[in-house]
């Protein structure tokens, strides 16, 4: 098993930035994809961004591509997911989330174990 802590969240105007980290504790932590979803109040979880257990491939929504980038470093036990030019639309809670397998890296339901999400606010 693996249990994942996000942290890194916070306040911001828009066009500024933030970096999450999810830091993992447990075995293995190279074994394990990692992804990020976002969720708002009364809305599904969405998908934001994975990453491969080697780091090697990643994915995002289309939604923030170009402005949004995740890497690991598996020494660390750390997946980052640096965001830039943020919008309001942003604004989300956001959950770092892994799994050994999948059949896709985009739902968030081939994900079982999960962070407790740290709040991304983007308002002026």
């Known amino acids: 098993q693996v249990q994942l802590v996000e942290s890194g969240g916070g306040l911001v105007q828009p066009g500024g930035s933030l970096r999450l980290s999810c830091v993992a504790s447990?075995?293995?932590?190279?074994?394990?994809?990692v992804a990020w979803f976002r969720q708002i109040p009364g809305k599904a979880r969405e998908f934001v961004s994975s990453i491969t257990k080697t780091g090697g491939s990643t994915y995002y929504n289309d939604s923030v591509k170009g402005r949004f980038t995740i890497s690991r470093d598996n020494t660390r036990n750390t997946v980052l997911l640096q965001m830039n030019s943020l919008e309001p639309e942003d604004t989300a809670v956001y959950y770092c989330?892994?799994?050994?397998?999948?059949?896709?890296?985009?739902?968030?339901?081939?994900?079982?174990?999960w962070g407790q999400g740290t709040q991304v606010t983007v308002s002026s």
């Open positions: 447990g075995r293995s932590f190279s074994t394990y994809a």
């Open positions: 989330a892994a799994a050994t397998f999948y059949s896709s890296p985009y739902y968030s339901r081939d994900y079982p174990y």
